[in-house]
């Protein structure tokens, strides 16, 4: 499993949206890693979490004209 190290990152779909990752949670019902992250555009949400392995897959949107990580980290 990939991992995924605090940053900024943005999702494919929204390039001008950025993320700040905060780090990895253990769900423990689930036992799944859970990335957690705040936006850091304007929103009622301060914070969100989503499957690591979600965050870090790659996703083929071809009526996106995109194939490629889901999550891209810049910084």
């Known amino acids: ?5 605090p ?5 494919f779909k929204h390039p001008d ?5 905060l780090g990895i949670a ?3 019902e689930t036992e799944e890693d859970m990335v957690v992250y705040k936006p850091l555009y304007e929103t ?5 979490v989503r499957p690591l392995s979600m965050f870090v897959e790659n996703v083929d949107k071809p009526e996106l004209g995109y194939r490629g990580p889901r999550f891209v980290r810049i910084s």
Do not use: A, C
Request: proline share 0%; glycine share 4%; no cysteine.
């Open 1 to 5: 499993m990939e991992t995924v190290t």
């Open 44 to 48: 009622d949400k301060e914070l969100f």
């Open 7 to 11: 940053g900024i990152y943005y999702h």
């Open 26 to 28: 253990f769900h423990t």
């Open 17 to 21: 949206q950025h993320y700040e990752v």
